[in-house]
Every structure is written in C-alpha cells, then in structure tokens.
C-alpha cells in the first residue's frame, strides 16, 4: 500500500517537510505524544539510532500527534526539554496519524524506497523489532 502523503511543519525551524523530500529513500516514521510512557522508553532509542544511522541511505521523522496531546504546546515542550535531535514534525491534530491508521502511540512505520508501507509497529513492538526490519528495506 502506498503511504499517504503527507506535508507538515517541524516543530522548532517552522520548515515544511514532505514525505516526497525523502524520494528514494526508505524511511521511517515514528508517531508519538509527550504523555505517553512508552515514547518516553521508545525516543531514547531512536534517538541513539538517529546519531549512527546513515541519513544518506534512510529518511528519519517523528510525528507529534497534537490532536493526542494535553495542550497544543506540549510536545513542543516535550522536544526542548529532551533535546531531540531529530526532525519532529507537528500532525494537523491527528490528520497524518490517522491516515497511516495509528491505533496508538508510540507507532513506526517503515516505508520502502518506493514510499509503500513496508511495516508497521505498534506500541507492543520492541525497538529490536524495528531495527531488525531496516535490512529488507535498505536494499
């Protein structure tokens, strides 16, 4: 299935990203929302993944689900605060989450070169799990 695409502010430059930014390139996503406990267990991860990962061969994106959020400025608090180094994206409420079909957070999908959802994690999946995954879209 193709990805919805998608166009969205990041939180602290105000850019606008596009999913077709990362043309060619696999890519994953990872939704989440400042609350929740297994976001604060999953973007540590990611975040030690983003340092060593090769940007040249893998798109990286959070998405900040706003519309799951206590008040509109807390993932941006939430991003500050922890020093995220990653592009953070802010969802039009839960416009992108609910296109990609999010039941939950924190949740990765990982995309191929083509933009088609390869696989999607939910917040169940273990960050090995994810990990384990890339290979087979990184050909």
């Not at 409420?93 to 609910?98: A, E, S, V």
Request: net charge negative; glycine share 6%; charged share 25%.
């Amino acid at each position: 299935m193709d990805a919805p695409y998608f166009e969205l502010e990041e939180m602290r430059s105000g850019e606008i990203i596009r999913l077709s930014d990362f043309a060619g390139k696999p890519v994953m996503i990872t939704f989440w929302a400042s609350w929740c406990p297994d976001c604060m267990r999953d973007l540590p991860m990611k975040e030690q993944f983003y340092q060593h990962a090769d940007l040249n061969k893998l798109g990286f994106i959070t998405i900040n689900v706003t519309g799951r959020e206590r008040s509109q400025e807390a993932g941006k608090a939430f991003t500050t605060k922890h020093q995220l180094p990653f592009p953070v994206l802010k969802d039009n409420g839960r416009t992108t989450y609910d296109m990609y079909n999010c039941t939950g957070v924190p949740t990765t999908v990982l995309l191929d070169k083509e933009h088609r959802i390869f696989k999607v994690f939910d917040d169940q999946s273990s960050f090995v799990d994810v990990v384990g995954a890339l290979p087979q879209i990184m050909l």
